[in-house]
């Protein structure tokens, strides 16, 4: 079994019924989080403190969370820093959308509205791969 409150998890998200929705399956789940309201407060974040896996929304004002990604990857290539999961969140869901994700260096993608099973699914198996 998981030890999740060793996996702390960055949730970077702008709109504010999604984030009650997630932050309540995270605490429900058992897992320890940050909230980002932005792509450039979870870039700060990232570079403040470690985190084993981020839920980037793609669809953000400014930095979106494709960019995100891309500036996080080149972060931890410069940096020599460790891997940290991100899976995608959208809610426009369309064909292509979760190659595009994985294309940009997310680990994986979940639609949302999704469903706390899905959910949970997704996360654990992200985590199970960084061995936590």
Known sequence: MTDKSKAHILLVEDYKANVLVATALLEEFGYDYTVAGNGQEALQLIKDRPFDLVLMDVQMPGIDGYEATHFIRQWEQERGH???????????????????????????YIAKPFHPDEFKAKLEQQLAKLGL
């Open 82 to 108: 460790g891997h940290v999961a991100i899976i995608g969140m959208t809610a426009h869901a369309l064909t292509g959308d979760r190659e595009r994700c994985l294309a940009v260096g997310m680990d994986d």
